[in-house]
C-alpha cells in the first residue's frame, strides 16, 4: 500500500454542517488522490439527525474501505458515524451512549395541535432512521435497538464488543508518519488541520 493510499481523519467535534461538510470535503480530494483506505477517528457529543444519517450514507457509498475507531466518546448520532466502518475499533477507555432524539424550539414558539404532530412524526422517523442504521450493524431487532435508545443505555468496550458494535479494543490509533487530518470544531467553523504538511482542504438534534 502506498503512503498516499491510506489517510486518517480524527473528527473531535459535534455533528453539524460545518464539520460533515469538511468531513465530506476531505474525503472528495483525497479519494481525487487515489486513497483506497480511510481511518476515521472518532470522538463526538452527537449533534444533528440530518447532517448524520448523510455523512454514514455518504461514506457506506463511497469505494473506500473505512475502519471507524472510537478514542473518547461516541453519542447519540455519533454512533452511527460510527457504523460507517466495515471495521469497528475502540480504545480502551471510551463510552457509547444510545439514546432518543431531541426537538428543540427556539423561544418564544407557539405550535398548533397539527404541527405538534407533524413535530412528533419527524422524531419518529429519525428515531426509526437511526435504530434501522444500528439494527443492520449490530445485527439486531430494530425494536430492541428503539428500546435500548428510549432506556439511554451506555456501554463501554466491553460491552460493545458483545452489543456486536465493536470488533476489536486497541489503544494505538495510527502508525507513525501517518497521513492524519483533524476536524473539531471552533466556535463559528470547522477547522481543518493536516498533520503532514500538505495544505488544508477546507478551513432534527440528538445531542
Same mark, same amino acid.
Given at each position: 500500500?502506498?503512503?498516499?493510499? !491510506? ?7 459535534? $455533528? ?5 461538510? /469538511? ?13 483506497? !483506505?480511510?481511518?476515521?477517528? $472518532?470522538?463526538?457529543?452527537?449533534? &444533528?439527525?440530518?447532517?448524520?444519517? =448523510? ?27 460510527? %457504523? ?5 475499533? =475502540? ?11 431531541? %426537538?428543540?424550539?427556539?423561544? #418564544? ?6 404541527? *405538534?404532530?407533524?413535530? *412528533?412524526?419527524? +422524531? ?17 431487532? !430494530? ?6 435508545? *428510549?432506556?439511554?443505555?451506555? +456501554?463501554?468496550?466491553?460491552? /460493545? ?11 494505538? *490509533?495510527?502508525? #507513525?508518519? /501517518? ?11 470547522? !477547522?481543518?488541520? #493536516? ?6 482542504? /477546507? &478551513?432534527?438534534?440528538?445531542?
Amino acid at each position: 500500500m502506498t503512503s498516499n493510499s !491510506k489517510f486518517y481523519i480524527k473528527f473531535f467535534a459535534p $455533528i453539524v454542517p460545518e464539520t460533515v461538510a /469538511a468531513l465530506m470535503q476531505v474525503v472528495d480530494s483525497k479519494m481525487k488522490q487515489g486513497a483506497t !483506505k480511510l481511518g476515521l477517528l $472518532i470522538s463526538s457529543p452527537g449533534g &444533528d439527525v440530518f447532517q448524520g444519517l =448523510s455523512a454514514y450514507n455518504f461514506l457506506k457509498g463511497i469505494p473506500l474501505e473505512i475502519v471507524t475507531h472510537n478514542f473518547g466518546s461516541a453519542d447519540s448520532i455519533g454512533v452511527v458515524l460510527f %457504523c460507517a466502518g466495515s471495521q469497528r475499533l =475502540s480504545v480502551p477507555h471510551a463510552r457509547f451512549l444510545l439514546h432518543g432524539v431531541q %426537538c428543540r424550539f427556539p423561544q #418564544p414558539m407557539s405550535l398548533e395541535e397539527k404541527q *405538534l404532530e407533524e413535530k *412528533l412524526k419527524g +422524531l419518529q422517523i429519525d428515531m426509526g432512521n437511526i435504530a434501522r442504521v444500528i439494527a443492520d450493524t449490530v445485527n439486531k431487532d !430494530k425494536q430492541q435497538i428503539l428500546d435500548d435508545m *428510549l432506556n439511554r443505555t451506555t +456501554l463501554y468496550p466491553e460491552e /460493545a464488543i458483545s452489543y456486536g458494535l465493536v470488533h476489536e479494543i486497541r489503544s494505538e *490509533l495510527f502508525e #507513525p508518519g /501517518a497521513q492524519v487530518i483533524s476536524i473539531q470544531q471552533a466556535p463559528q467553523t470547522a !477547522k481543518i488541520k #493536516p498533520r503532514d504538511g500538505s495544505q488544508n482542504v /477546507a &478551513d432534527n438534534w440528538t445531542g
